[in-house]
């Protein structure tokens, strides 16, 4: 695991993945270290890239948004085809999340937009006019019970 030295590491990581926004001085409170040992960790570990971001999760109710899982089969395999609508799909603001997946389809995304008239615009201009996209289904969010990003540790190595 990258730059992830010893276990102090893991359980500073794990209370990072709850709350990033956490200090130095109430990560030490959680955690046998010092503040200044806690940042000099948490630059380290920034600098290795073992942490490749920090992010604002933003409350469910604070932008009104509808959300759908896509689930893509591709037409053809042509790497130029792919890759074109891979790079499309990667940058669109609407995309929160693009696997390429096994079994009957080739990829699904999460696709966040303001409301259905905006769902139908992205899958028009996104989906419905690409000749790599052989079909698509869709599944709309009815309530999100869970959202995180946070990756399970392996507490028992390093």
Avoid: W
């Amino acid at each position: 695991m990258g730059a992830v030295r010893d276990k102090l590491d893991i359980r500073l990581l794990e209370q990072l993945q709850r709350n990033a926004l956490f200090t130095a001085d109430e990560l030490a409170e959680r955690l046998p270290l010092s503040p200044s040992a806690i940042a000099r960790r948490i630059r380290r570990l920034r600098d290795s890239g073992v942490i490749a971001a920090d992010v604002s999760v933003l409350a469910e109710t604070a932008v009104p948004c509808l959300s759908a899982f896509v689930h893509i089969q591709l037409d053809r395999h042509a790497l130029s085809a792919v890759e074109a609508l891979r790079r499309r799909l990667t940058t669109s603001p609407n995309v929160q999340l693009f696997m390429e997946v096994s079994g009957a389809f080739d990829v699904v995304l999460l696709v966040t937009v303001r409301d259905m008239e905006g769902f139908n615009a992205f899958a028009d201009a996104e989906l419905a006019g690409d000749p790599v996209v052989r079909r698509y289904e869709t599944s709309f969010v009815k309530k999100r019970r869970k959202l995180s990003l946070a990756l399970p540790l392996p507490t028992d190595e390093v």
